[in-house]
């Protein structure tokens, strides 16, 4: 049986996710992000393509390294005006059965109680399709806003998500027995006081008594998204993640970071296929050869390479407006996403001037895998890059909403049905099972948030 491939659509509760300019495209439905419908539909779109969920990242800050100033994010629709991408999620469940919803959400600046309290209220209203995509936030300026005078330090902030989790796994998995709600009329008892647990955790930097407000809902922990590549990222993924989304300059580098992902996932004392490996894609796809090379070349000319450094900027700490053109940029440790510091420097096959790098920025292919062509084409590179890389599935961009995923749905999905490398109706079951089978249904053994569930036993 050939290995299937799985797809989130990649997206954002924004105008301008990661094409930017394209929202000037007559086609672009971007400036609807405000309208419900956009969202409904958009979902209803995805299930009919048998995605296995839509995922939503976030920021909660400007990207303002960039020439100094949020003026250029601002004037170009870099991830601003952003709104909260957690309050979608209802409306979409609504429309849709199957569909999963994986949200982002920081482990950096608000404390965990309420935010476990959210995320059972959205597995209980989704009846278990939601996932959490666990990130530490990278911009100064969001620090800022939480009243910080600056970042907290990058691996300071994996400490920090190591005990948020913990916290979290200890009220969605300790904190209330299967059976605490009895719904006893006679006896006048709706939930057994006996079966319902304070959880008592003092660590570094929290300080949780409990109990959970919420009853367990169908996942109690909602699958763990991971987005990080650096070292302590992948470290950080090996303990945590079932879903971990991944970039990296080449499909060699990717295949490394996949496989030290699973040996280190293994030594946690976790079974490495329960971890599914994504990586970021766009594809541009045409009745024809022609017909994908011209949506292609529009869209080309609408890329803001103003956009793009401004959200580089954001993500690497590297203002290049602060470089002459001929200068080599050089790889520093920070604070920032280190991925991205690196892309252009360690990562890099060639030693790049700033003026070279600012040049490839300027290409559709900057960023990612890009896939052009007829049906079988793209299906051919998709096919190429699981078998090469040993990943699992890819994070589908947008060019132009809802287009490229009706494309996508429409021209793509049925050549990959054809292949037999793609679902062609959804699995019964939560979010998980259908990403890891039937009965997976909370969290497997050896993941290290079960061993929290005999937590009522030793309080």
């Known amino acids: 049986m050939k290995k299937h491939i799985h797809m989130n659509a990649f997206e954002m509760n924004t105008v301008g996710h990661l094409s930017h300019g394209l929202w000037r495209h007559p086609e672009n439905n971007r400036h609807r992000y405000k309208d419900l419908r956009y969202w409904t539909e958009l979902a209803q779109l995805l299930e009919q393509g048998k995605f296995d969920a839509l995922f939503l990242a976030d920021v909660v800050g400007v990207y303002d390294i960039y020439k100094g100033s949020k003026d250029p994010a601002v004037r170009e629709a870099v991830q601003l005006p952003i709104n909260d991408p957690l309050l979608l999620v209802p409306a979409m469940a609504v429309v ?21 309290r959210r995320m059972s209220t959205l597995d209980h209203l989704t009846n278990g399709r939601v996932g959490w995509n666990v990130v530490t936030s990278h911009l100064p300026s969001a620090a800022k806003n939480f009243g910080l005078d600056h970042m907290v330090k990058h691996d300071k902030r994996y400490e920090i998500a190591n005990e948020y989790l913990e916290v979290c796994y200890k009220l969605w998995e300790g904190s209330w027995d299967d059976d605490a709600v009895v719904r006893d009329v ?31 809902s169908l996942q109690r922990t909602p699958v763990i998204y991971q987005a990080g590549s650096s070292d302590r990222g992948r470290a950080f993924a090996a303990k945590h993640a ?48 022609e017909e994908a090379q011209r949506k292609y070349d529009e869209y080309a000319k609408l890329l803001s390479v103003e956009g793009v450094l401004a959200h580089y900027g954001g993500g690497s700490g590297y203002d290049l407006s602060a470089y002459r053109k001929d200068e080599y940029l050089e790889y520093a440790e920070s604070d920032h996403i280190q991925t991205d510091a690196a892309r252009y420097t360690k990562h890099s096959p060639t030693r790049k001037t700033v003026g070279q790098i600012v040049e490839s920025m300027g290409s559709l292919s900057a960023r990612g895998l890009l896939a052009i062509g007829t049906p079988e084409e793209v299906a051919d590179q998709l096919e190429s890059w699981v078998e090469q890389s040993g990943i699992d599935g890819f994070n589908l961009r947008q060019f132009v909403s809802p287009g490229t995923f009706r494309d996508f749905v429409e021209l793509v999905v049925p050549e990959l049905q054809k292949r037999g490398i793609y679902r062609e109706h959804y699995e019964p079951g939560t979010f998980r099972e259908r990403l890891f089978g039937q009965g997976v249904r909370k969290l497997p053994d050896g993941h290290p948030g079960t061993q929290f569930r005999q937590l009522a036993a030793r309080i």
Do not use: W
């Open 96 to 116: 849709t059965e199957h569909l999963g919803f994986a949200v982002t959400f920081s482990t950096t600046y608000e404390p965990p109680f309420a935010h476990a």
């Open 186 to 216: 006679e006896r006048g008892i709706y939930t057994d006081p006996n079966k319902v647990h304070y959880i008592h955790h003092e660590g570094e930097h929290f300080k949780v008594p409990g109990p959970h407000l919420s009853e367990p």
């Open 242 to 289: 079932e879903c971990v989304f991944l970039e990296a300059p080449s499909l060699e580098l990717l295949k490394r970071h996949a496989q030290d992902i699973r040996e280190k996932a293994a030594q946690y004392g976790r079974q490495p296929d329960h971890i599914k490996m994504f990586t970021g894609l766009s594809v541009i796809v045409g009745r024809t050869r």
